[in-house]
């Protein structure tokens, strides 16, 4: 290129019509935008992963329960997310009581079925949070006021919940909810 030339806009005169290459200035360029981004990536990255939950928050996000030691016809209270949850060994006449209630008698319409893991109906896992204004209810603790219906009693407001925590009577809109569970044992269920 001994002879070649530049003109005033900086294009190179006497090179071939098909040379291409990459020009210092593209090299400059790619390494900047380069550097660049990963100078961005150093910069958010622990921005946003500050905003991850903490491992006392996941903690809690699940509860562990163990179901050997509450017999038929019992139930216990247990915490998930801070929040009571009643979990209770139906007995036989407990689970005719709520299938012989007709759906069309219920203000929340749901079947025991519903609320419980098929093959497990005999297992009730609920929230004890009454739905009305968030009291807890009564009648998961031995000799504890269980309601007209033989469930839960919520004595703030006089809701009373039937056998597979439906709500019978009061001013409670909808029945006790039911958590995501699975059992991952017999013994042994899981919440959240």
Not at 72 to 99: M, S, W, Y
Not at 167 to 183: D, M, Q, S, T
Request: proline share 5%; glycine share 10%.
């Amino acid at each position: 290129m001994a002879d070649a030339t530049i003109d005033t806009t900086g294009t190179v005169e006497g090179t071939s019509e098909g040379e291409t290459g990459v020009r210092r200035r593209d090299f400059i360029e790619i390494a900047a935008v380069s550097a660049a981004g990963v100078g961005g990536l150093a910069v958010l990255y622990p921005l946003i992963s500050q905003m991850a939950p903490s491992k006392d928050v996941l903690a809690e996000s699940t509860t562990e329960i163990d179901l050997s030691a509450i017999e038929t016809g019992q139930a216990i209270k247990a915490v998930f997310r801070k929040q009571p949850v009643f979990v209770r060994n139906l007995t036989e006449r407990e689970i005719a009581e709520a299938d012989a209630v007709p759906l069309s008698a219920l203000r929340d319409p749901q079947t025991l079925e519903e609320r419980t893991k098929e093959g497990r109906t005999n297992w009730l896992i609920t929230m004890g949070v009454c739905t009305h204004l968030g009291c807890v209810p009564l009648g998961a603790a031995e000799g504890e006021n269980r309601g007209e219906y033989g469930g839960y009693f919520c004595p703030c407001h006089g809701s009373h919940y039937d056998t597979a925590a439906r709500i019978r009577k009061g001013p409670a809109p909808l029945n006790l909810e039911v958590p995501e569970y699975e059992f991952t044992s017999d013994t042994t269920v899981v919440l959240g």
